[in-house]
């Protein structure tokens, strides 16, 4: 069996808090193109948008195939590891919270939109042919990233030549592209203006 490596598309939706949706506009544009770690579960919230961080994803992500124009690659299995243990860029910014705030952040409204996600696929195969049939079969699967951690970060699907149903797994290096075509960022919580000033964190030095 060989390991194969292809660039993936995720969707997920994507949460953040700012006092004003220019300012969420903003965070959100000069932010992406980072890349976080999947493997951190902190990202990921499923909890009342009122007591949300800076920002999180959703847990649940729709695989939407390959990157445009993306081929197969045969990699050596070392390079998995490398992929979702080694990799060393660890950006951690808009998980904070607005540092200063207490309370007040409570109130702070949320946007959301639909986020592209990049990352790496890995796939046993005993051919491009049949690493092709296994992307196919991934195609449009709903992902839990939070609650399969184990199993999309993990390379046993791949070690297990008893014949995983889906010989396939991801890095963990999740590549932040930016709102899925034709998605806007629009308010979600809560139903009526945020009345009070705008908050200003140390994170939105990278605007």
Not at 32 to 42: D, V
Not at 176 to 201: H, I, M, N, R
């Amino acid at each position: 069996m060989n390991i194969y490596a292809i660039e993936i598309v995720l969707k997920g939706n994507a949460h953040i808090k700012a006092t004003s949706h220019e300012q969420a506009e903003r965070i959100l544009d000069n932010n992406c193109s980072n890349t976080i770690h999947g493997q951190e579960e902190e990202w990921f919230s499923d909890t009342p948008s009122r007591y949300r961080p800076r920002a999180s994803l959703s847990t649940k992500f729709t695989v939407t195939g390959p990157v445009v124009g993306a081929t197969f690659i045969e990699v050596p299995s070392r390079t998995i590891h490398a992929a979702q243990d080694r990799w060393g860029r660890y950006w951690h910014g808009l998980r904070w919270a607005y540092p200063p705030l207490s309370k007040e952040h409570e109130q702070v409204p949320v946007y959301s939109t639909s986020l592209d996600l990049m990352t790496t696929a890995f796939i046993r195969a005993k051919g491009i042919d049949a690493a092709e049939a296994v992307v196919a079969k991934f195609n449009q699967l709903t992902l839990d990233l939070l609650d399969d951690n184990s199993r999309w970060f993990s390379r046993r699907a791949l070690e297990d030549e008893g014949g995983s149903d889906l010989p396939i797994v991801l890095s963990s290096a999740l590549y932040l592209v930016g709102k899925s075509g034709g998605c806007q960022l629009s308010q979600t919580w809560p139903d009526g203006p945020y009345p009070g000033p705008e908050f200003v964190a140390r994170i939105d030095e990278f605007l």
